[in-house]
């Protein structure tokens, strides 16, 4: 094997330009035996001394470094770099020798700078798991991961931008960790993993943050880390029906209000009305509901929102419902669910105009009044409870259109990444790995 012919090359010949390696120049490619291909090359960056910054000429010694780099042209190629060892020029340095190097192969090293920048947007970019890449390039897991941490640090590097409206959700991290008490043989709960997510609802930040744990401290925790004016441009915050969050927003963000999401209040009074069915439907039988029974058969039905009934299936319902005493009790639940549901429909997304506060209260006292006069009926008297607890934050939700759909999807994403990496040991690596999922799309050009 040749160590190339040095100073007699041109400054950018074709090899050299389809390597496209800054500062180095190709002398040489063969194809050996096995088939791989072997790229001979050279620094062509004047070599500066790094003691004095003089720019040397006189050769110490040839050293063959073999880098491991890219795929050339889709095959995998060994990469043989000849560097210089060079004498400083200067008497008085104190630096005798340096090797020469270029911005792709720095000193030291052991793996190209595009290798490890093709390791890292991998991971950032395509959301493959560290590991998956660093086999793919031929590199070990830390080398893999590093890369990836610098390439995110300059994703993720500067603090959120102010947001108007925020969202806070919670997803568990992992499964929880049990341990055999020793002394009593109980089973006691170690660590409960949850992650509380702060999310950005309007813009393009995707997760702003995480913290560690699922206690009203815990959010708060990462609130008072913001800014003074950070917090301050915070107008709507979106939460589930959850005290705890409620709770910590009010300490750190005492100006903000609070929309509750209200697909989880839809979701509560389909849960009353069908709490109610299967009450009535012991009532009636004796049993739990099955094929056959007609109330039974109308059950999906009565989870359809109101207006998405054709007027046979409307005609079936009522039907059914009107033929006995318990059917009469069901159906007091799901008109109870529909007057809910009216109040909810005033907002914007679904009328196209902001609605006021008082229509919105107006239709509340409505579905209130419902459930007064059906105060034999359990379930409603709670259902009307929880409801009257969160009003406010219920209007909140109605009139600015607010909710808390972002987060939840991006919650999906969250799980994905975790589900991709077979779980987390460390939550570092999770809350960056997640946020760095979340803005992928918005990055994408
Ligand atoms: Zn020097």
Redesign the pocket.
């Known amino acids: 094997m040749t160590i190339g012919n040095y100073g007699s090359a041109p400054a950018q010949d074709t090899a050299s330009a389809l390597f496209g390696m800054d500062g180095v120049e190709v002398t040489e490619a063969e194809r050996e035996a096995d088939g791989r291909l072997t790229v001979w090359g050279r620094i062509t960056v004047p070599a500066r001394?790094p003691?004095?910054g003089?720019v040397s000429e006189k050769v110490h010694q040839y050293v063959t470094t073999r880098p491991r780099d890219v795929r050339a042209c889709g095959q995998d190629a060994n990469f043989c770099l000849v560097k210089r060892r060079m004498e400083?020029a200067?008497e008085s340095?104190p630096?005798k020798t340096f090797t020469q190097w270029a911005p792709q192969v720095p000193p030291r090293c052991t793996i190209t700078r595009r290798l490890l920048d093709h390791a890292g947007a991998e991971v950032a970019d395509r959301g493959v798991t560290p590991a998956e890449a660093a086999r793919d390039a031929g590199i070990s897991w830390p080398s893999a991961h590093e890369a990836f941490r610098e390439k995110a640090a300059g994703i993720l590097g500067e603090d959120p931008a102010p947001v108007a409206h925020l969202g806070i959700d919670e997803h568990r991290r992992g499964r929880p960790r049990w341990r055999k008490d020793t002394g009593t043989g109980e089973t006691v709960q170690l660590a409960d993993r949850w992650h509380v997510c702060f999310y950005d609802l309007d813009g393009n930040q995707g997760l702003l943050g995480q913290v560690e744990g699922r206690t009203s401290d815990d959010a708060a925790y990462w609130l008072a880390g913001a800014t003074p004016a950070w917090r301050d441009a915070v107008q709507v915050v979106a939460i589930d029906m959850c005290t705890i969050f409620a709770s910590a927003v009010r300490r750190m963000l005492p100006d903000a209000r609070i929309a509750v999401d209200l697909f989880h209040v839809v979701q509560l009074a389909v849960k009353t009305a069908a709490d109610v069915r299967r009450r009535a439907i012991r009532e009636l039988y004796g049993r739990r509901g099955k094929a056959g029974d007609p109330e039974y058969g109308i059950k999906v039905l009565l989870n359809r929102n109101l207006e998405s009934l054709s007027a046979e299936q409307f005609e079936k319902v009522i039907e059914t419902l009107d033929a006995t005493g318990p059917g009469q009790q069901i159906a007091i639940a799901w008109i109870a669910k529909e007057k809910l549901r009216s109040a909810l429909n005033l907002r914007a997304r679904v009328t196209g105009s902001t609605p006021c506060e008082r229509q919105v209260r107006g239709r509340l006292f409505a579905f209130y009044d419902w459930c007064a006069q059906n105060e034999d009926t359990p379930e409603l008297q709670s259902l009307a409870g929880t409801i009257a607890r969160w009003e406010n934050e219920i209007v909140t939700a109605v009139t600015t259109g607010v909710t808390n759909a972002t987060a939840e999807s991006l919650n999906r994403l969250a799980k994905l990444e975790a589900r991709r990496a077979y779980g987390f040991r460390n939550p570092t690596n999770q809350r960056r790995r997640v946020r760095i999922a979340c803005t992928r799309s918005t990055r994408r050009p």
């Open positions: 001394c003691g004095c003089t400083c200067r340095c630096r």
